[in-house]
Structures are given as C-alpha cells and as structure tokens.
C-alpha cells in the first residue's frame, strides 16, 4: 500500500479517538490522530493494527532504533521519525500550517517521538508520568 492510500485512512475506533479528544492540551485533533496512527503502527502487530486501520506495521527495528537514539539529532535520523514527519505535513499540517518554525517543530516533534516509542500500551487510566516510571521486573536495576 502506498503512502498516498495510507493517508486516505482514517481511525476505524471512534469511541477510543473520542475519549482521548479530553487529553487533547498542546496538539491540535490532526497532529494527534497522525501521531496516534504512527504510534500504533509502531508498537501493534498486525493482528492487533487490523482492529484500528488497513496500515501494516513498521519492522520493529524501526521502533528499536528510535528506542536506543541518545540525542534528540540522532532521533531526527531515523526511520521511525520520518514517517511519523511525513505524516504531520501530509495529514496535519496540509491545511492549517503551524505558527511555530520548521526548526522548533522538527525539535519539538523529535521529543515527541522519543517518548512515544517508550509507551507499550494505550491506557487513559494513568498519566504519563506514571506510566513512564513503571518499573519492569525483566531489567535488573543497578
């Protein structure tokens, strides 16, 4: 499928989209549909992807290599980014362009991404914070 019919897609879960139009503060309703569309596309497997969209998912090498990027530079260079950028100029940003400067986004959405690729699960139940700070009983803690 390429990208042009991909962007035709929209969510297929409206009552999921609905409840996270709440938590809508810094991010207009397309840049987060884009962003939520990248982010399922990175963590879900087919199985699970085919519930929300006809997209199929990013090789999870993409997600890995954000995962491990140590500078917000080297969050820029991959692939995982790129696709999530060419998703915000195509969908959100073709009709209302942003106020803020191509730098400052390009800084702003690498931050974004990064934090992004930690979540594993989709839960309106918890606050970021606290999702991030979830210890994992599979990594040793020094």
């Given at each position: 499928?390429s ?9 297929e ?17 397309q ?11 990175l ?30 530079e ?5 692939e ?22 191509r ?27 606290k ?12």
């Amino acid at each position: 499928m390429s990208e042009v019919e991909q962007r035709s897609e929209q969510p297929e879960s409206g009552e999921k989209t609905a409840a996270a139009e709440g938590y809508l503060y810094a991010l207009d309703k397309q840049e987060a549909i884009a962003l939520r569309q990248w982010w399922w596309r990175l963590v879900m497997d087919q199985q699970e992807l085919k519930r929300y969209t006809k997209q199929w998912p990013y090789p999870r090498g993409v997600r890995a290599a954000l995962r491990r990027c140590a500078t917000i530079e080297s969050v820029m260079l991959t692939e995982a980014f790129r696709h999530l950028w060419q998703a915000l100029e195509s969908r959100a940003w073709e009709e209302a362009p942003p106020k803020a400067s191509r730098d400052q986004r390009l800084t702003t959405w690498a931050v974004v991404a990064a934090v992004a690729s930690e979540l594993r699960a989709e839960t309106f139940d918890a606050s970021l914070g606290k999702r991030l700070g979830v210890l994992i009983p599979s990594i040793p803690r020094a």
